[in-house]
């Protein structure tokens, strides 16, 4: 049983080798077909290459399913809200309005009150 899972954990390392050397060389193919002559920006190496998408899924994310999963506010998405509003009480919605005038409205996030000029 043992052998069974070296097997499988050498074959996933070895398919996520593939899958990435894959990806890199799309990556060079695309680099080098569309942006060197359309930007003019010089020629890239495979491991360049690598390095670009690497870099990229550092800074952009490796996935993770969407939005659904980024959620910290409290709600899933819009048919939790949808729900949440529903079941709001007429005080409630006129309130929930107000704070989201409040932060969303004129001025910009998280200002409470609108600033007056100096002078008045």
Same mark, same amino acid.
């Given at each position: 049983?043992?052998?069974? !899972?070296?097997?499988?954990?050498?074959?996933?390392?070895?398919?996520?080798? /593939?899958?990435?050397?894959?990806?890199?060389?799309?990556?060079?193919?695309?680099?080098?077909?569309?942006?060197?002559?359309?930007?003019?920006? /010089?020629?890239?190496?495979? !491991?360049?290459?690598?390095?670009?998408?690497?870099?990229?899924?550092?800074?952009?994310?490796?996935?993770?399913?969407? !939005?659904? #999963?980024?959620? #910290?506010?409290?709600?899933?998405?819009?048919?939790?809200?949808?729900?949440? !509003?529903?079941?709001?009480?007429?005080?409630?919605?006129?309130?929930?309005?107000?704070?989201?005038?409040?932060?969303?409205?004129?001025?910009?996030?998280?200002?409470?009150?609108?600033?007056?000029?100096? /002078?008045?």
């Amino acid at each position: 049983m043992k052998k069974f !899972w070296i097997k499988k954990a050498i074959g996933f390392v070895l398919l996520g080798i /593939g899958l990435f050397s894959l990806l890199s060389f799309i990556v060079m193919s695309l680099w080098n077909g569309i942006l060197a002559a359309v930007l003019h920006v /010089g020629l890239v190496s495979f !491991w360049q290459a690598a390095g670009i998408l690497l870099l990229s899924k550092i800074l952009f994310g490796f996935g993770g399913g969407g !939005w659904k #999963h980024r959620d #910290h506010r409290g709600f899933g998405g819009k048919r939790e809200m949808m729900e949440k !509003w529903n079941n709001m009480t007429p005080e409630e919605k006129v309130k929930f309005k107000q704070e989201f005038k409040n932060r969303c409205g004129r001025g910009g996030w998280n200002q409470q009150e609108t600033p007056t000029p100096k /002078g008045e």
